[in-house]
């Protein structure tokens, strides 16, 4: 298995633009993980599903994020509009049993809004 | 709901000599404790991780320790090497609570 696959690697976008993020989890994998990454508040949760189900959306700062999995092997999180202070590094990750067993983490999307 | 607290948030070692990363957590179901290493521009990886009906586990250089009574759990590094140079990050989840909740992490440097 080639591991969980995020696309782009790098996005930069002016602000007020409209960012999508993708994720392919390792199949089999019922669990799926969005995280942000900074360094001023280090590695949040932002939503998980379990079997294409959100289960927790709490750590969504706000209505501007959404995140989607229509499917087992692939989930979206939009950004509509975009800002500044969305820039951060963003990590799918998926794991094989939702919270006990290893989350394996995409290698990450660098976002740079301007 | 489940809260993680890592200590410190920054530890300098010699190279060669042991480092401790302590976790404290305060959800009692919690079961699981993974360990993550992150290296600079890199994803997090599990490198080790136990579960609460253990009170120690070992990989080679590497051990976690856990103590339920107290609710904290610890890594420890022994023969420190440059590789070892990473952001480290504690975790916990249990049946109550299927998502991984994090500490803040502990940037470990190791001075040669």
């Known amino acids: 298995d080639a591991g969980v696959i995020q696309s782009p690697r790098h996005e930069v976008t002016e602000m007020g633009q409209e960012v999508t993020l993708r994720c392919k989890p390792i199949?089999?994998?019922?669990?799926l993980f969005w995280y942000r990454q900074t360094m001023m508040r280090g590695l949040e949760l932002l939503i998980y599903?379990?079997?294409?189900?959100?289960?927790?959306d709490s750590g969504m700062p706000e209505d501007r994020f959404s995140a989607k999995m229509p499917n087992a092997s692939f989930s979206t999180l939009k950004i509509q509009p975009s800002e500044p202070r969305d820039s951060a590094v963003y990590f799918c990750?998926?794991?094989?049993?939702?919270?006990?067993?290893?989350?394996?983490f995409g290698q990450g999307t660098r976002l740079t809004v301007v | 709901g489940e809260n993680v607290e890592q200590h410190p948030s920054t530890l300098s070692v010699q190279e060669g000599d042991s480092a401790v990363i302590k976790c404290t957590y305060s959800?009692?179901?919690?079961?699981?404790f993974p360990w993550y290493k992150q290296e600079l521009g890199k994803r997090p990886q599990l490198i080790i991780d136990?579960?609460?009906n253990v009170g120690e586990k070992k990989d080679q250089r590497i051990a976690v320790t856990l103590n339920k009574t107290a609710k904290h759990f610890s890594l420890h590094i022994t023969e420190t090497q440059p590789e070892d140079s990473a952001v480290y990050f504690c975790?916990?989840?249990?049946?109550?609570?299927?998502?991984?909740?994090w500490g803040a992490g502990t940037k470990l440097i190791i001075k040669p």
């Open positions: 990750a998926s794991s094989a049993k939702t919270g006990r067993a290893e989350a394996f």
């Open positions: 199949s089999g994998h019922n669990s």
């Open positions: 599903f379990n079997n294409n189900v959100p289960i927790d």
């Open positions: 959800d009692s179901a919690s079961n699981y």
């Open positions: 136990i579960r609460s």
């Open positions: 975790a916990a989840s249990g049946d109550s609570n299927y998502q991984l909740i």
